[in-house]
């Protein structure tokens, strides 16, 4: 089975901040055709930015065995769940039987990028990260945002102020996704009207 792949980018590829990058918009098209087809049961999906590659796919789960002395008629009843422990033994099952192929091609993505590749795997909806990346990023804050971290660090809700920055922001990319969504869209258009220009002027 042929694997399609859908991939996210993110980040402006004609910024300064990626004056360094190999370009990564073909990153799909190389994955469609360098990961094996027999890993996922359908489309992996991709999702890029400056820094990291996400590599993503659904795994098979086994048919759900009815509980014993479940008499009730196949029609009255609800889809049976996969035991916990047996999502958990497929999980542990794919990441050690595929981690040598996973690192020869991260080690190859890597060369043609110059980005990480992270791994994950969506299993009945729940995605588990196996490796991800956490890139540093530098800033300063004055002090009425520096309270805010404060203050949740204060609460609890933060170990420190560096937690409490990722949770905001993971709390504004939570409520504004739609948001965001529609800007990259349109910076990738404005990237793309830009390549299409004409040269040399």
Do not use: C
């Amino acid at each position: 089975m042929r694997h399609g792949h859908r991939g996210h980018g993110f980040g402006r590829t004609g910024g300064w901040q990626q004056a360094d990058l190999p370009d990564a918009s073909d990153a799909t098209a190389w994955f469609a055709g360098r990961l094996p087809s027999d890993w996922y049961t359908g489309p992996a999906t991709l999702e890029v930015d400056r820094d990291e590659i996400v590599v993503l796919g659904e795994l098979p789960l086994p048919p759900a065995e009815p509980a014993p002395g479940d008499d009730a008629p196949a029609e009255d009843a609800g889809p049976a769940a996969v035991p916990q422990a047996t999502r958990e033994g497929i999980i542990a099952r794919f990441r050690e039987t595929t981690r040598p192929a996973r690192m020869q091609i991260a080690q190859e993505a890597q060369a043609r990028y110059g980005r990480n590749v992270a791994w994950g795997v969506l299993v009945d909806g729940e995605r588990i990260m196996f490796t991800h990346l956490a890139v540093p990023v530098m800033t300063r804050l004055r002090q009425p945002e520096r309270k805010v971290l404060d203050t949740l660090v204060d609460a609890g809700v933060a170990r420190s102020r560096s937690d409490a920055l990722a949770w905001t922001v993971k709390l504004a990319g939570k409520h504004a996704e739609e948001w965001l969504a529609e800007l990259r869209t349109a910076m990738r258009k404005v990237d793309d009207l830009r390549t299409e220009g004409p040269s040399g002027l």
